[in-house]
């Protein structure tokens, strides 16, 4: 069970590239989401998603796309990479709800955009 | 919408000195409440979690916080810190009946000196 795993650790973009940052879980769980993590600022949420073929914005979505056609990965597109989205992503996989629920976090991905 | 405030961006301790780290969120509503550890160079490890509104919570490492309701505070506690606590501390809501994404605050750097 190796639970929320993500690719790459490092990432060095130019200006105007797109990438593909990597998120998959074992754990069955039918929501994930992705955060970007900023210093001072804490974690913002891009994209979350609440099942295979169902994805939704969060607070910070601009310049980012995401899809989900499996439960397992849940992959985030740059389309455009720009210098302010150098950044720390994370992608996490949620257990249940009510009293049950937890959020698993990945290892993050450090990007950044020259 | 919900949002999250920690006083402290950065504390410095000596070795078993206590910690209080203060929390307040900004919600109409129930919230479930939760504190996150990030290690140096590590992801996000759940320290405690309170969805049943309890005054006082206990997590791992012997870290607890209290719950005061009519101040909507969740400030984290340990009576006293080790060099291994030396992390970055994150206070997190979300609400129980929406979105199962979670709410940040900034985060509070812990140095805890031997």
């Known amino acids: 069970n190796a639970g929320v795993t993500q690719t790459p650790k490092f990432q060095v973009l130019k200006t105007g590239q797109s990438m593909t940052l990597q998120c998959a879980q074992d754990m069955n769980h039918e929501y994930m989401s992705w955060y970007r993590q900023d210093p001072g600022m804490g974690l913002r949420l891009i994209h979350y998603?609440?099942?295979?073929?169902?994805?939704d914005q969060g607070e910070v979505p601009n310049g980012y796309n995401v899809s989900r056609s499996t439960t397992e990965d849940f992959p985030l597109r740059l389309l455009s990479a720009a210098p302010s989205q150098t950044s720390v992503y994370f992608c996490?996989?949620?257990?249940?709800?009510?009293?049950?629920?937890?959020?698993?976090f990945g290892p993050g991905t450090r990007l950044t955009v020259t | 919408a919900q949002s999250v405030s920690q006083h402290n961006h950065h504390v410095i301790l000596s070795e078993a000195a206590s910690l209080e780290l203060g929390c307040n969120y900004s919600y109409g509503g129930t919230v479930n409440l939760f504190w996150y550890v990030q290690y140096p160079g590590q992801h996000l490890q759940l320290l405690l979690k309170n969805f049943s509104g309890d005054p006082l919570v206990k997590g791992i490492k012997g870290f607890e916080a209290e719950f005061i309701k009519s101040k909507f505070s969740f400030n984290l506690r340990k009576p006293s810190v080790q060099w291994s606590d030396t992390a970055e501390y994150f206070c997190?809501?979300?609400?129980?009946?929406?979105?199962?994404?979670?709410?940040f605050g900034s985060g509070t750097r812990l140095q805890v000196q031997p």
């Open positions: 998603s609440v099942g295979a073929g169902i994805t």
């Open positions: 997190a809501v979300n609400a129980p009946t929406g979105r199962r994404a979670l709410t």
């Open positions: 996490a996989s949620t257990r249940g709800g009510g009293s049950s629920y937890e959020q698993y």
